[in-house]
DNA sequence: CTTTAGCACTCATTTGATAGGAGTGCTAAT
DNA sequence: ATTAGCACTCCTATCAAATGAGTGCTAAAG
């Protein structure tokens, strides 16, 4: 489908004119804002024709000319050009992950605040998993009588620890010796795999702790799933409702409906590029109730492996330059967050 | 403001077929739907009163009647009669909080999603917060060189705990002296006094330690905010549409700007009544932009002590039996899940 | 004195017709 | 190949009239 130069120029300002107004573009309009040095007329030709290869479409015969999912697609790999973020923007993402102790639940809701301060749509991102980490050590540490520690370390250097009671009448020789026998099993496996690998080998093998042993296996699969656990996190509905295309409540009634399914982000999270910002135009989100939507995301890691994406949500008629702009920047910035210093 | 027991009984129809059909009531259909033994014409005569007094009032005259903030309010303190949850509700919710295992975050995700399955409001709630629990006891545990743990233990018998990277240089020796100075300081205090107290007082004994006691103070202040920090939690946003009134956007915008500022639902839990289900009607609660809005609060607590608030926010127009029979089950619930048993 | 039937009156809402206007497609001229 | 011109389409805004729900008032009945 090799456009000839001017048809492109009029896709791309049907495009961008709409992206910036929502409303259908006329070839009036397109003579008037953009010099291509040509009347309306002819414009309405050209309109004609990428109406026939399918690249727009006109909602009803006396009104301009909308862009159809192909339109974007193509005005999304063909002609859309970079856009910076202003050193203004940069400066306030800076400002805004600026905070000086790292928490992960606080790097999370940095990340929501910056990118719905710099767009108005939907933010959702799967927070860091690490279900590939490698476990390196175990160790139960006594409190107290009847109160421990559990202390699981990856090679990642990771930690996490939680608390744990035991009946009292635990010594801490039997302690030891279950964390040995925990470590035994579980060093070197990946906290996929343990959770994978049923955890009840072990408990056959402490079987005389029973009781104990039931606890701490339950603690250590709530630290692993925690883990492991992709994370769900959103921002932005309320930014959303600034977009025209919602001041229909049925619209609003069937966006929040979709983004009520975990699912439907996850999905969308999932097939991400690791490599490139991924743009999900309409249909290309395979889910009929998004056909209306866009989606642009891209993954961000830690320490090298990635660890989970972000994603945008918007209508179809999104600033897909601007998304892909914040996008990248934002999972840079993230990714640097979470490698760059200790996050605890 | 004694009203006869027919006025009542015309008040109290109003209020509850505006609550089933947010449509002004006329006469004829309070006639109609409750037998009250008189004519259309009796009623609305009643009616006028009612609304010189207040308790009701007119969209336009040709309108039928709807309650006011002080028609609400008359109608909550002696009109309505307590509702209960059917039983199949009540499964309902011990099927959600039937978890197996109990971390905090889960809980309060059972909580919102139980009030978001019983009821069509926002709902929202302010997370546990123990500024009064008491420190028992800090350990600072070495886990590998410039690896440690470091614990805090409160009266309570909640425990948390954060790795820290030390400096290498750092021995077994110096981390006993370090927990036996943060320990002698702040052992007995609450968590609320510890983050005010200066931290700084500390800083100086442990001055030789420069770096390392920097670092450990750093922490524990995480460690505290986390535990003192009244989070906030909400949900239901998407449920709230069903409502009637928000198929208008601008009404759908004001509550999200309204809900979107932390600090009007922290005021809204502020002043719960700790001993009651807490209801405040339109400008009660003291704020301009929810002057059409309306809710019901109650406390929940952990082990005796109130810990947090959990609120339901709608229309005016809110089903205050219902949403005071949810609020005050979901408490009970949610404070038996925190204290019964332990949480992670 | 209370209740109620009856009726006039009000006013939001619906309906339908009309005018206006934006935008296109086509044709013929450039 | 381009474009001016014009007919045609169809959405949208506007207005008047019709509709109807609901009230308030009055006068009669209980």
């Known amino acids: 489908m090799a456009l000839d130069l001017r048809k492109q120029q009029v896709l791309e300002a049907i495009v961008e004119c709409h992206i910036e107004t929502a409303e259908?573009?006329?070839?009036?309009?397109?003579?008037?804002?953009?010099?291509?040095?040509?009347?309306?007329?002819?414009?309405r030709n050209e309109m004609a024709d990428l109406e026939e290869i399918g690249l727009i479409r006109q909602p009803h015969t006396s009104a301009g000319?909308?862009?159809?999912?192909?339109?974007?697609?193509?005005?999304?790999?063909?002609?859309?050009?970079?856009?910076?973020?202003?050193?203004?923007?940069?400066?306030?993402?800076?400002?805004?992950?600026?905070?000086?102790?790292?928490?992960?639940?606080?790097?999370?809701?940095?990340?929501?605040?910056?990118?719905?301060?710099?767009?108005?749509?939907?933010?959702?991102?799967?927070?860091?998993?690490f279900e590939n980490d490698v476990l390196k050590k175990i160790k139960i540490i006594q409190l107290m009588p009847g109160k421990a520690l559990l202390v699981v370390m990856a090679e990642t250097g990771w930690v996490h620890s939680k608390?744990?009671?035991?009946?009292?009448?635990?010594?801490?020789?039997?302690?030891?010796?279950?964390?040995?026998?925990?470590?035994?099993?579980?060093?070197?496996?990946?906290?996929?795999?343990?959770?994978?690998t049923v955890l009840k080998d072990v408990y056959n093998e402490l079987i005389k702790y029973r009781k104990t042993i039931n606890h701490i296996l339950e603690i250590l699969e709530v630290v692993l799933q925690e883990e492991v656990k992709e994370n769900l996190y959103l921002g932005g509905t309320n930014k959303i409702l600034k977009q025209p295309e919602y001041s229909d409540v049925e619209e609003v009634r069937n966006l929040m409906n979709f983004i009520e399914r975990e699912e439907n982000?996850?999905?969308?999270?999932?097939?991400?590029?690791?490599?490139?910002?991924?743009?999900?135009?309409?249909?290309?989100?395979?889910?009929?109730?998004?056909?209306?939507?866009?989606?642009?995301?891209?993954?961000?890691?830690?320490?090298?492996?990635?660890?989970?994406?972000?994603?945008?949500?918007?209508?179809?008629?999104?600033?897909?330059?601007?998304?892909?702009?914040?996008?990248?920047?934002?999972?840079?910035?993230?990714?640097?967050?979470?490698?760059?210093?200790?996050?605890?």
Do not use: W
Request: aromatic content about 8%.
């Open 163 to 196: 608390a744990i009671d035991l009946s009292s009448d635990i010594t801490v020789d039997d302690l030891a010796y279950i964390e040995l026998v925990l470590n035994h099993y579980f060093q070197g496996l990946t906290f996929k795999q343990i959770t994978r």
């Open 265 to 344: 982000l996850r999905m969308i999270l999932q097939d991400a590029d690791p490599y490139r910002v991924t743009v999900k135009i309409g249909e290309e989100i395979k889910s009929e109730q998004a056909t209306k939507y866009s989606a642009v995301t891209a993954v961000y890691n830690a320490g090298g492996n990635i660890v989970g994406t972000l994603g945008l949500l918007g209508p179809m008629r999104m600033d897909y330059a601007r998304a892909m702009t914040v996008v990248e920047h934002i999972t840079r910035v993230l990714s640097e967050a979470l490698s760059g210093e200790k996050v605890y």
């Open 24 to 43: 259908p573009v006329s070839s009036r309009s397109i003579a008037r804002k953009y010099n291509l040095g040509v009347s309306p007329a002819t414009i």
């Open 65 to 129: 000319r909308v862009p159809s999912q192909r339109g974007y697609r193509y005005y999304v790999d063909k002609l859309m050009k970079k856009t910076e973020l202003t050193p203004r923007e940069e400066k306030l993402i800076r400002a805004i992950f600026a905070k000086k102790v790292k928490v992960l639940a606080d790097i999370i809701q940095c990340t929501l605040k910056a990118v719905t301060e710099l767009t108005d749509y939907l933010v959702f991102l799967s927070g860091p998993y």
